[in-house]
């Protein structure tokens, strides 16, 4: 790939906040990644260009009718100062997906990936070194045209912004409360719930609210026809074991393929644990609680890698999961994904690249 990607230099860099402050998400570098899309000349112009707000037209299509998918995935500072990606080629593929779902222009996955390693580089002081920080990566893109009328836009950007973000876990992983969730639906077979859209999101929060008012971190999703089956969590899958068995809701069209769930699969596997991705109901899941069988409950995502759950309600049936303690299979996972994405263990899997 040989697309010269043009860099403006930004006229004065921001100072560089303490590890002890970056939370999630609020804090950005200094510079993007930007592309266009016409239709005259496709995906042109990469760019890497001093962050800034965007000028869009308040017509653009973006605003009326939601022509807009993100992607996520971080970059690791080693202990010996390299900075490592994991599997970017996976969110690359998917944000393809997720585009192609749309009705929005895929882009080429060799010129995205160049874009994102450049912008790496010039931003490499941007990865912060103190435990469990890093730099969490947001590619998105969204409709310009200005048009209002619903049909697929004619123009779009992509972006590729960067943010600085504290250690999910201060110290031990702590498990989190889920509220199962059985009168709002996420997603649909033949909806977008597979793809990163950002209206999955926004259809979310009304539920999330709910089960915050109701003490609860997150909320599980049941499959929208019979609320019956287990889905995944807002933004994370979920795995149990049961009698010494992981099993996780199989890919049915309205889940989420998340990256780390296959990772986790891929490595439990690789330890000789076998994994069964199949369609669970959440009474089996309450069942097997009932029998004292339901040993560990586990999310898994990019921000948290794996997060234990230490409690599931379900209409009201409270089930307080190992004590509500972190399992061996959630610390064990947990270690073993983070010592490869901090480059302290050898990458048998070929799952990190690094950027020079
Ligand atoms: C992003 C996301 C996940 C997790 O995917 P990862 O690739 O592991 O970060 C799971 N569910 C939903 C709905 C998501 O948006």
Request: proline share 5%; with cysteine.
């Amino acid at each position: 790939m040989n697309q010269v990607i043009e860099f403006t230099k930004a006229s004065q860099l921001k100072a560089k906040p303490e590890p002890s402050v970056l939370g999630f998400g609020k804090y950005f570098t200094d510079h993007m990644f930007i592309m266009d899309y016409n239709e005259e000349s496709g995906w042109h112009a990469p760019r890497i260009a001093p962050y800034e707000p965007l000028m869009l037209d308040p017509s653009a299509l973006v605003f009326h009718y939601g022509q807009a998918v993100f992607e996520g995935l971080k970059a690791y500072r080693a202990n010996d100062g390299r900075v490592l990606l994991f599997r970017p080629d996976k969110n690359i593929r998917r944000l393809n997906e997720t585009l192609h779902r749309m009705c929005m222009p895929t882009i080429d996955e060799e010129l995205l990936l160049d874009g994102l390693k450049q912008l790496l580089e010039i931003e490499k002081d941007w990865v912060p070194s103190a435990e469990g920080t890093s730099l969490y990566i947001r590619p998105f893109v969204l409709a310009t045209e200005p048009f209002l009328g619903v049909r697929p836009s004619k123009s779009y950007k992509l972006l590729i912004i960067l943010s600085p973000v504290g250690a999910y876990y201060a110290g031990q992983l702590t498990p989190v409360k889920i509220y199962v969730e059985d009168e709002y639906v996420r997603a649909i077979q033949g909806g977008v719930g597979h793809v990163k859209t950002s209206g999955n999101y926004a259809a979310s929060l009304l539920a999330q609210k709910k089960a915050e008012h109701l003490g609860y971190d997150q909320v599980l999703w049941l499959d929208a026809k019979e609320k019956k089956y287990v889905e995944e969590v807002g933004s994370m899958n979920i795995f149990f074991k049961i009698k010494g068995e992981i099993v996780t809701p199989s890919l049915n069209g309205s889940i989420l393929s998340g990256i780390t769930r296959d990772s986790v699969i891929t490595m439990l596997k690789s330890w000789g644990v076998p994994v069964r991705e199949e369609r669970i109901s959440i009474e089996e899941v309450y069942e097997a609680y009932l029998r004292g069988e339901l040993e560990e409950v586990f999310g898994t995502g990019t921000a948290a890698v794996i997060s234990p759950v230490g409690e599931l309600n379900w209409n009201d049936h409270r089930m307080i999961i190992n004590e509500n303690q972190t399992g061996p299979f959630s610390k064990r996972l947990y270690d073993e994904i983070t010592q490869l994405q901090y480059g302290l263990t050898k990458d048998t899997f070929g799952w990190t690249i690094e950027i020079k």
